[in-house]
């Protein structure tokens, strides 16, 4: 009785620690701006991947004044094709949110283009950029006001979320597993029924060689 309490105290203290762990990360980098007229592409795209019906915020801050002479575009787009949010002439702090219709990867992609003709140097604009998935992706003061919860209740609410996306997380790597062991199997009986053709077509393609060879030899009178 002693051990089993260990263990789910072992299990709860993992749960817990995970849950504290932020699922929103911060990037920061330089886009140079380049010519309308360029060719080729220069936009700049960072991609995660997200579950089905899953929140997501994505927050970006973009120096620079407009007017300056560079126009940075921001677009929101997932690998089935779906357009999630865009946004032209960003500067400073710029907020997108959708939800995902499909589990998917999605990349967030920059574009800084020239307005005008400028021969100094590397125009550049900083960006910083925020994801927030999930639970994290929720204004969880907004919730507790509404729901007029404790902080206490606001905290095990905002983990009960992250467990029960730590759940649907994992039941969706064991639906892939499957389906990946179900098609390596499907893959394995392709094959061995291939060989077993195979196999027999040699034998018949040898068999019939060993007789059309007797009947030439014999015609020619040699056996």
Request: aromatic residues 10%; glycine residues 6%.
């Amino acid at each position: 009785m002693a051990r089993t309490w260990i263990e789910i105290s072992r299990i709860l203290l993992f749960i817990i620690f995970f849950t504290s762990l932020p699922k929103s990360w911060a990037l920061k980098f330089d886009l140079e701006a380049h010519p309308a007229n360029q060719h080729r592409r220069t936009e700049r795209c960072i991609r995660n991947f997200v579950g089905k019906d899953t929140l997501v915020v994505v927050t970006s801050i973009v120096d620079g004044h407009q007017g300056d002479g560079q126009n940075v575009f921001i677009q929101i787009k997932d690998a089935v094709g779906n357009i999630h949010g865009k946004a032209k002439d960003v500067v400073g702090e710029s907020r997108l949110a959708f939800t995902s219709a499909v589990d998917a990867a999605f990349d967030v992609c920059f574009e800084n283009t020239l307005t005008t003709n400028q021969n100094s140097g590397h125009p550049t604009r900083h960006i910083e950029l925020d994801i927030d998935i999930g639970a994290d992706a929720k204004d969880w003061s907004a919730v507790q006001a509404a729901e007029k919860l404790k902080p206490v209740e606001t905290e095990l609410r905002r983990i009960e979320e992250m467990v029960g996306e730590i759940v649907s997380e994992m039941e969706y790597l064991r639906t892939r597993e499957q389906k990946l062991r179900d098609t390596n199997e499907s893959t394995n009986e392709r094959v061995k029924y291939f060989a077993f053709a195979t196999i027999a077509m040699l034998i018949g393609l040898g068999t019939w060689q060993v007789f059309y060879l007797r009947a030439y030899f014999r015609s020619k009178h040699l056996i």
